[in-house]
């Protein structure tokens, strides 16, 4: 699933459901918080016209998602590398 926006033209592949190591070590900015946006509520029209060509939209009746079509980061860069060179 598609779970925010970079700032540079290539995607970031992250694992949203990894956990951060606890450990004993703190660290000196452990104090600052990180804010998120809230999520863009987007229609099936606005999330079409966003997506970029190697990304799907899952509509079902609860939620529109975004998606890349490869799930596999591996087969993503295989593909783009097969698109490149053609």
Sequence with gaps: MVVGEHC??????VNVCRLKQVTNIRSS???VKEKLDVA???SMEQALEYIAEDELVE???TSIRLRKALLNPHERAKAHKEKQKS
Excluded: C, F, G, V
Excluded at 8 to 13: K, N
């Design 59 to 61: 509509i079902t009746p």
């Design 8 to 13: 540079r033209a290539s995607d970031l592949a």
């Design 29 to 31: 900015t452990s104090e």
């Design 40 to 42: 863009r509520k987007m």
